[in-house]
């Protein structure tokens, strides 16, 4: 990351090579995952696994509002990254995958393992990765895919207007969600025109290929 004429100790920048390796490990830690519940978990409860992986999904979109609004956005070192993003946009800067799958097991895993046993953490857990992917790749195509139309048109839009809103970055006012909008609506920080309080918003982010 970059900040004036300094230069950084590390960069959260990859290169294109990087990036699909790293999508590619999410898919396929969310993939193993799922066939080891598929065909080494219990045979009965499979309703309970499904509740589980549910459960783990709809927990996901209120971390990734949560981590987006009060980290992102207000914990340094992490919004001082996350600014450089807001910056190019286009870029690949991000967090690796592979931090994400070590802070899941810390902080999903783990202590469900320890409260309902290793079979419903394993779906909860599931559930959480699979919402990790669904993000990554929606981010990644609200960037870099073009649309206008349909759900990723509106994803494209709602993600749109959060980074024009940036006046004051710690103070970003919204639309944290990318791969759902339910928790904005929640916390009454959805974004629902280009313009609050008389302040102009930069443009929209251009869409373009990754570097």
């Known amino acids: 990351m970059r900040s004036g004429n300094c230069t950084p100790l590390f960069t ?13 490990f999410l898919a396929g830690t969310a993939a193993g995952l799922g066939a080891l519940l ?22 996901w979109t209120c971390l990734e509002y949560g981590l987006h ?5 207000g914990l340094r070192p992490f919004s001082t990254w996350h600014e450089e993003h807001h910056r190019r946009p286009a870029a690949s800067i991000y967090s690796p995958a592979f931090v994400s799958i070590i802070a899941i097991a810390a902080f999903v895993y783990w202590p ?4 309902v046993g290793p079979w419903p953490a394993c ?42 809103w940036v006046p004051d ?8 969600g990318v791969t759902s909008p339910f928790w904005d609506y929640v916390f009454r920080t959805r974004l629902e025109r280009a313009g609050i309080g008389g302040a102009r918003p930069k443009q929209l982010y251009r869409t373009s290929a990754p570097p």
């Not at 920048?13 to 590619?24: C, I, P, V």
């Not at 469900?112 to 409260?115: D, E, G, R, V």
Request: charged share 15%; hydrophobic share 45%.
């Open 38 to 59: 598929l065909f080494a978990g219990p045979r009965t409860g499979s309703i309970e696994s499904a509740l589980w992986m549910a459960s783990g999904l709809a927990g």
């Open 169 to 176: 970055f710690a103070g970003a006012p919204g639309n944290y």
């Open 12 to 24: 959260l920048e990859h290169s294109k090579t990087a990036h699909r390796l790293d999508f590619a």
């Open 69 to 73: 609004r009060f980290v992102l956005h």
């Open 112 to 115: 469900a393992w320890l409260i």
């Open 123 to 164: 779906a909860l857990t599931f559930g959480v990765v699979a919402g990790d992917l669904a993000y990554s790749v929606t981010h990644h195509a609200v960037h870099h895919w073009s649309a206008r139309d349909g759900w990723l048109g509106r994803r494209k839009r709602w993600h749109g207007l959060h980074h024009a």
